[in-house]
């Protein structure tokens, strides 16, 4: 299964054009006069343009319940012949399924997979992620990339620790790096929320199933459609069989989302500030979480000034301290 991404947009339809309210002037008040006032002569102008007629509407499926129901029908037998199993698919733990999701984010399964039942045989809960040194926690997830994921995720345990796990969407999205997909999709594999949420092979779905012909389709136009075919008696296994049909459409098909308006490819990686960042990390935690910053910066394979700046922001963002020539991870997660 691709990586999860996600993107919610609102779109607006074109604006109307209403009647104009301007028109002749009304007539002067004294009624009495007999008279017409001399008219005035025509400035010299341009002429007036015709306002030009606005864009027609674009054309959205209608799907009648019947229509909703064949779709339904055709995603499910693909899920019930070829349905992949995970482990975060066999809970109904709130905490575990929000972890998965983090991980989710932007990561090949196949690289979650190993780390996900890594971090869970390390940290059980979320009161031993949040119990733990950031050093710790950055290390085991060292391998999956964005570590800005693992700071969220540290600072939400200490959340969900002390208060408890939220079950709606407004105090989850008070969790530290939890948005609007996330948030949905916890409801619904958690808790059995119909909620409405689209990810790269939801996407892939819609825009093969229902737009099979048009470019830079945005997800404010697909989610109507993904709202209509919900089940609601089962959202959890619905999205779940989704997922998975749209990992097939993707392998015989090739990839529907290059025409989402919100698709975007990936800067390479391979010299990026991110992978500066990504190193300087993975060797302090190799180093026991401290170094001198001259040594650290002789032990990558970058420029100094390059480790420097990959230092700067990775302290101005709370992943590590700096006193003077000396850098060590942070001993929590900011928030």
């Known amino acids: 299964m691709s990586s999860r991404t996600s993107t919610e947009t609102e779109g607006t339809a074109p604006a109307g054009g209403g009647p104009s309210r301007g028109g ?20 010299a102008g341009p002429p007036l343009q015709k306002p ?23 995603v499910l037998s693909h899920y019930a012949a070829s349905g992949r199993s995970f482990p975060w698919r066999e809970t109904r733990d709130p905490w575990r399924i929000l972890v998965s999701e983090i991980m989710l984010q932007q990561t090949q399964t196949d690289r979650v997979l ?28 060292s391998g999956l990339g964005y570590n800005r994921r693992a700071l969220a995720l540290a600072a939400s345990a ?10 709606d969407e407004e105090s989850l999205l008070a ?48 989610a109507p459609l993904v709202a209509a075919t919900l089940d609601r008696r089962d959202p959890r296994s619905w999205y779940y069989a ?17 025409r989402s308006s919100h698709y975007a490819r ?17 060797e302090l935690a190799a180093l026991g979480g401290a170094a001198a910053r001259e040594d650290l910066a002789r032990r990558l394979p970058f420029s100094a000034e390059r480790v420097a700046e990959a230092l700067a922001e990775l302290g101005a963002e709370g992943f590590v301290s ?12 900011p928030g």
């Open 52 to 74: 030009a007629p606005a864009e027609p509407a674009l054309s959205e499926p209608q799907l009648s319940e019947s229509e909703a129901a064949a779709f339904r029908g055709l």
């Open 24 to 43: 002749p002037g009304a007539a002067p008040p004294d009624s009495a006069a007999t008279e017409p006032a001399p008219r005035k002569p025509a400035l």
């Open 242 to 258: 989704l997922m998975d049909y749209g990992v097939a459409v993707k392998k015989a098909k090739g990839n529907p989302n290059r």
């Open 266 to 282: 990936q800067s390479p990686f391979a010299d990026s500030k991110r992978r500066v960042r990504g190193a300087a990390l993975r």
């Open 175 to 222: 969790l530290p790096g939890v948005g609007p997909y996330t948030a949905r999709a916890v409801l619904a594999f958690a808790f059995g929320v119909p909620t409405v949420f689209i990810e790269t092979n939801i996407r892939s779905v819609f825009l093969e199933q229902f737009f099979p012909h048009e470019e830079s389709v945005s997800d404010a136009r697909i």
């Open 158 to 167: 200490r959340v969900v620790a002390e208060e408890g796990f939220p079950r």
């Open 114 to 141: 190993p780390k996900y039942l890594a971090w869970f045989e390390r940290f059980p809960d979320a009161a031993s992620v949040a119990a733990s040194p950031l050093a710790d926690v950055l290390a085991l997830w």
């Open 322 to 333: 700096i006193d003077g020539q000396f850098v060590r991870v942070a001993e929590r997660a």
